[in-house]
Structure formats: structure tokens, C-alpha cells
């Protein structure tokens, strides 16, 4: 017999994940037939908690976790610094947890181990970074005894606390602004390894490219330059697109500097888009124009939305869980 998840009480009881959550760790913050109601269900369900994400987390420590999967991309770095801020204006110290669980046989065990660190470590609520978010991930969150808060991710629960972009509209956007300037070639350079956020930005592109009646082109490279390289020679070799997206600024950047060793003039044959505006963007050659993900107030708006829930300002019937930050593009020297 599988064993009972949170999403199968959940789904029993025609309620969110969050809901089962705060019943589990918080029930004062859920009215007496819904908590009852619930209860019975994990009893019928035999539903058990991971122990690792109840930990020890019962004393007030105003210490906040931040959860990286790695610390080598330049936006976690901008974002760190949002939430530094933030945390030093509400009193808050903040904990770094790294789980670099790249090549391991079973990555999630890894993460279940680096939740029970976490809880553990006494801290009231924990910014989780990760954009390769799955259902196992959502699991060990939800069963998590402290508030969390999805920092530049979002779940399809709206009971999830969360701070993005919508990256769906974001890719949308920029792809009609090519289009509505003449383009028809158009590619969407993307990562190799799935992340959620590179996806959602592959979905709004597709959307854009349909409702043109154009066809879509979805290349998926290596994230690492040194390998990303060789892919982009092949590619540049046989043809190239009026317009390339790229997912990340340094993926964009990259891309450029190939283009370039095979004659390419950017932007007359060739205009790239960027999707980060990272410092990648303006130390480009020429300067990269790019979907300003504002990765400062991410972070900033993130940290904003954990210290409210633990001080339990908002309440269980809050609204504005899960946040969408305002985007921009920012017009440089890859586009015409």
C-alpha cells in the first residue's frame, strides 16, 4: 500500500495543501469544523507527517532560513541581498542552508535531510529558493512546523505563500513586441535541466508563436558556458533566427559571443533578449537587452511576506498569499 501524502488528505477533504498545513502546525488559525473535519481524514487516512519537518522548531528565535539549491548564479546573490535588507529593518538574522544535490543518486532524500537540518536549527519561518519545485518538494514544505514563503517560484496552490513574476506573461509579452515588429523567426533558447521558472517562460513564448500562426523553436542547451558553447557552434553553423530569447543572461551572453566569431552582426542580422537583467546584461558586448526580473525586490517582497506571517498579521483568510511583482524590458544594444 502506497503511503498516505498531504495531497491525499487534502484532496479528501476538498481543501489546499496550506490548509492541511496550518491544521497540522498551526489549528488555531483554522475554525473548529474545518480543523475537525480534517482531522478526521488524516485518522481515517492513517496519514502520518515527516518527522524531519516537525523538528524543534517551538521556541521564538527571530532567525529566518534561506534554502539555495547553489549559490553560482548571480541572481540567488541579488536576492539574498533583498532579503538581507528586509530582514535587518524587521530585526531578523538570517541562516544559509545549501542543498547542491547535482549528480546524486536521490536528490529528494538529500533535501528531506536539509529540511530536518533546517527545522532543527530552531528558526521561525524559511525563504525556500528553488525553481525545480516538485511534488516532493511541495511536500516536505507543507509538512514544514514553520512558515514558508516560495521565493521567485510559485505552486499552482493558491494557499502556497509565494513572491514571482509571472514569467507566463512576461515571455508572452516580449514575444508579440517581436513579432509586432516584423519577426517571424524567432527561437526560445532554453535550460537542458528542467527548472518550473524556464517553463512557465517556454509557455508564454509557445503562446505568443501560436497565436501569430508562427512555429515555435524551443532549443534546450546547457547552462554551463563551457558546455553551452559547443551546443550554440552546431546551431550558428547551419542558420540562424531574426530574434533569439534567451532564458538567462549569461546563457544570452554566451550565446552572442559564439554568434559573433561566425560574423553574426548583432542586432542587424540577429537581435538577442536576455531575462534576467543581471550585471551579465550591461558587462555584454554589445549591451544586452532583457525582461527586467527584479531580483532585489523579489527577494525584498519575499522576506516582507514571511516576517507578516509569523507575526501573524495577516490571518488564515489572507488574499494576497501568493505576490506578483511588476516586470519590465529593459531596451539596450541586441535589438533594432
Known amino acids: 500500500m502506497n503511503q498516505v501524502k498531504i495531497y491525499d488528505v487534502a484532496g479528501a477533504a476538498g481543501v489546499s495543501l496550506a490548509t492541511v498545513s496550518r491544521v497540522l502546525n498551526h489549528p488555531e488559525k483554522v475554525k473548529p ?64 542552508f545549501v542543498n547542491n544535490n547535482r549528480g546524486q ?3 529528494i532524500e538529500s533535501e528531506k535531510e536539509l529540511w530536518g537540518d533546517v527545522i532543527a536549527s530552531g528558526v521561525d519561518g524559511v525563504l525556500y529558493i528553488n525553481d525545480e519545485l516538485t511534488n516532493e518538494h511541495l511536500e516536505l514544505i507543507m509538512e514544514a512546523s514553520v512558515d514558508v514563503v516560495l521565493t521567485n517560484t510559485i505552486c499552482n496552490d493558491p494557499g502556497v505563500p509565494s513572491v514571482s513574476i509571472d514569467y507566463v506573461k512576461a515571455a508572452y509579452d516580449i514575444t508579440k513586441e517581436m513579432i509586432s515588429r516584423g519577426n517571424k523567426d524567432i527561437w526560445m533558447i532554453t535550460s537542458m535541466r528542467k527548472y518550473m521558472v524556464n517553463d512557465l517562460k517556454v509557455e508564454g513564448y509557445n503562446k505568443a508563436m501560436q497565436e501569430a500562426g508562427l512555429e515555435p523553436k524551443v532549443i534546450p542547451v546547457s547552462g554551463k558556458t563551457e558546455l553551452n558553447e559547443a551546443t550554440y557552434r552546431e546551431i550558428l553553423s547551419k542558420s540562424y533566427p531574426e530574434v533569439a530569447i534567451v532564458v538567462r543572461d549569461s546563457m544570452a551572453v554566451s550565446f552572442i559571443n559564439i554568434a559573433r566569431t561566425f560574423g553574426i552582426k548583432i542586432p542587424e542580422q540577429l537581435q538577442v533578449i536576455g531575462f534576467q537583467n543581471t550585471r551579465y546584461a550591461v558587462l555584454s558586448r554589445p549591451k544586452l537587452t ?29 488574499e494576497n498569499l501568493q505576490q506578483l511583482i511588476d516586470y519590465n524590458i529593459v531596451w539596450r544594444e541586441t535589438t533594432k
Open 105 to 107: 543518486e536521490a536528490p
Open 33 to 96: 469544523a474545518t480543523r475537525e473535519r480534517i482531522e478526521k481524514i488524516i485518522k481515517e487516512l492513517g496519514y502520518k507527517p515527516n518527522l524531519n519537518a516537525k523538528g524543534l522548531a517551538s521556541s521564538k528565535s527571530t532567525t529566518v532560513a534561506i534554502m539555495v539549491p547553489e549559490l553560482t548564479r548571480s541572481s540567488v546573490a541579488e536576492m539574498i541581498n533583498g532579503i538581507a535588507d528586509c530582514a535587518r529593518r524587521r530585526g531578523y538574522l538570517l541562516r544559509l
Open 290 to 318: 532583457c525582461i527586467n526580473t527584479p531580483i532585489y525586490e523579489l527577494g525584498e517582497a519575499a522576506m516582507n511576506l514571511l516576517t507578516n506571517l509569523m507575526e501573524e498579521k495577516m490571518g488564515e483568510d489572507v
